[in-house]
């Protein structure tokens, strides 16, 4: 867990083509899951049209920054002005503490209705699907779906992420759960036959490009990147389909640098920010964008639907059921 001052530029440069809002210097603290290399360019890239604005980060899995966020709240001194973070259902627990600024004029022209919250409150990046790791090394024929995951051979070799740590392992087990076909019973069968859980995905590819795991469950883009990059494991989406999540971003009621946590959620939602995430390895989310070479096309993806109130509701007793089959 660290914080990353991240003063990229601080320097008054405005010029007339920047909006009103961004003419005056100011500093924003982002709350982040995002990869720390990632945020570090997302910063870079943000700070060459917004010179004016600095901004600081602090980056952990979801979970600790929920921790960390729900602390400074408790405390009545929230530090965020802006959250980015994996998933919906940990926004929508900061949005349902009164917690989350209303942004009814964000630009959301180039967003699908799903990732918009109908509040206004806040808004999807990107896409990002969980699916299946497996070292080319160890494995010669790879599994194919999610069921095949339970089989003694596989699941005694298997990592996954904690959704005590992930927001994306937060709702990969609440859809799961949520299907018929899995449910607590899928679970229960990967305990007793070997599967362990790490922290987040970070845990899960070096596990598996290592060699430590022959299999995990994992978001697409880490084992894809490291595919990429030159490492011994490829990416299954199972042939059930995948879970996802949008990595939302929002800005904090109580920040005291609204007009500037607005420049940098309207930069977040910009064609330039999405051409970026593309290049990051993440799926597009506005329409024409194409993904990431060797990624499927959006339209051929079969996302797993899952109801988020009920996701909501069971989330602390979802967590501690996993807690109990796998530790934390």
């Given amino acids: 867990m660290t914080k990353l001052p991240l003063r990229l530029a601080a320097v008054l440069l405005a010029s007339a083509s920047y909006p009103a809002i961004a003419q005056e210097a100011a500093t ?13 360019a997302v910063i870079e890239a943000f700070n060459a049209d917004h010179p004016e604005i600095t901004v600081e980060v602090f980056r952990s899995g979801t979970t600790e920054v929920m921790s960390r966020l729900q602390a400074e709240i408790a405390a009545g001194q929230p530090q965020a002005d802006v959250l980015l973070i994996a998933d919906s259902v940990a926004m929508t627990q900061v949005k349902n503490m009164g917690e989350l600024y209303v942004y009814e004029d964000a630009p959301i022209e180039n967003l699908p209705a799903s990732v918009v919250d109908p509040d206004m409150t806040f808004f999807g990046t990107k896409l990002i699907t969980t699916g299946i790791i497996y070292n080319t ?3 010669e024929t790879p599994p194919t779906s999610w069921a095949e995951l339970t089989d003694p051979e596989i699941a005694s070799g ?9 927001g994306a392992a937060v709702i990969h087990l609440g859809t799961m759960v949520q299907q018929p076909e899995f449910g607590w019973d899928y679970y229960d069968t990967l305990a007793d036959n070997g599967a ?9 590819i070096e596990a598996v490009a290592r060699g430590e795991k022959p299999y995990g469950v994992i978001i697409e883009y880490m084992a894809l990147n490291a595919k990429a990059n030159g490492s011994p494991v490829d990416f299954v989406f199972p042939e059930e389909g995948v879970t996802s999540i949008t990595q939302p971003v929002a800005i904090l009621a109580r920040s005291n640098n609204i007009d500037a946590a607005k420049v940098f959620v309207d930069w977040q939602l910009s064609q330039t920010a999405q051409q970026q995430s593309v290049e990051q390895g993440y799926f597009p989310i506005f329409a024409g964008v194409e993904p990431p070479a060797g990624y499927p096309a959006v339209s051929d993806l079969t996302i797993l639907e899952a109801d988020p109130a009920v996701m909501l509701e069971q989330d602390e007793a979802n967590k501690m059921a996993f807690a109990d089959l796998f530790g934390g």
């Fill in 28 to 40: 924003i603290t982002v709350y982040t899951s995002q990869p720390t290399d990632q945020m570090t």
């Fill in 137 to 139: 090394d160890l494995v």
């Fill in 196 to 204: 362990i859980a790490g922290q987040g995905n970070g845990t899960v």
């Fill in 158 to 166: 298997l990592i996954m992420p904690s959704p005590l740590y992930s």
